[in-house]
């Protein structure tokens, strides 16, 4: 059995470095690209808003928001939970409270 080990390293080592059937022997080839994201002037106005000017303009355009349908306070705050531990959004916990409210009174869900 000691003779068959030293073959065992060279039998992974073809296994793990050999070819893969159905794909490519080309090399991979990585190329640039350039992104450009749209220019907005446009911040949040009203009571409230200077939270969201200063925790969701990072990733978002207050035009995006803005045109976001009318939805429940609870479906808010789902999202805004979702920005935070999904996307890990660096939102203060005292900022979520009066960020679901601004977006809740923008356009009331019935």
Known sequence: M???????PLLL???VLGPV???????????????ELPN???MFTGSGSETLNNNCL????A????NQPALPKATWQAVVAKMIH???APVEE?????IVDYLAGIKPAN
Do not use: E, N, Q
Not at 2 to 8: A, E, I
Not at 63 to 66: C, D, I, P, S
């Open 2 to 8: 000691s003779s068959k080990l030293p073959l065992l």
């Open 13 to 15: 080592a073809a296994v």
């Open 21 to 35: 059937p159905g794909h490519s022997k080309s090399p991979l080839k990585l190329t640039s690209v350039t992104v």
């Open 40 to 42: 907005s002037d446009v």
């Open 58 to 61: 990072a990733c978002h355009s």
């Open 63 to 66: 035009g995006m928001v803005l």
């Open 86 to 88: 999904i996307y890990k």
């Open 94 to 98: 005292k900022d979520v409270g009066p």
